[in-house]
């Protein structure tokens, strides 16, 4: 979603809506200044939850594209009888996660909750997959049944 980008500086015209505000060197009445103030903040929230709202969006489709790839690893995992999880990797991940973390000014110990939130997902959709991958070796295993 993206927001209609204001033409005029806050307070020297037309709005976003259509309303106009002062003209430059015009002084504003108490109240007026107040209102003033109170649309410029209402047209930067809508501005900052916009890019927030892009932010979102972007996120949601990385987390698809990293989904697509452990789930592509969880298949060669179970067809060579690996181990859904892999704790070393994932405590290389985490440390290299929170050093990622602190170089871009974020919270490490969130991004560790994150990761690990994301790490535990992914151990959980692998072990899905070797069930189902040995439930189909079994099957196949058996040989038809007899009818």
């Known amino acids: 979603m993206t927001y209609p980008k204001q033409d005029t500086a ?8 259509g309303e106009t505000h002062m003209s430059e060197g015009t002084a504003p009445a108490a109240g007026e200044a107040a209102s003033v ?18 932010l979102d969006a972007a996120l949601v489709h990385l987390l698809a594209e990293r989904f697509k790839c452990t789930q592509q690893v969880g298949e060669l995992k179970a067809r ?5 999880a892999d704790p070393a990797r994932e405590a290389a991940q ?6 990622l973390a602190e170089d871009a000014k974020l919270d490490p ?10 790490i535990g997902e992914v151990v959980r959709h692998h072990r899905a997959i070797a069930d189902r991958t040995h439930e189909e070796a079994t099957a196949e ?6 009818g």
């Open 80 to 84: 060579h009888s690996l181990p859904p």
């Open 109 to 118: 110990a969130f991004a560790e909750k994150f990761l690990n939130f994301i």
């Open 37 to 54: 103030a109170d649309e410029a903040a209402r047209e930067r929230l809508l501005y900052l939850r916009g890019s927030i709202d892009n």
């Open 141 to 146: 295993a058996a040989g038809p049944a007899a």
């Open 94 to 99: 985490i440390e290299r996660l929170r050093r």
């Open 10 to 17: 806050p307070g020297t015209g037309p709005t976003m809506n």
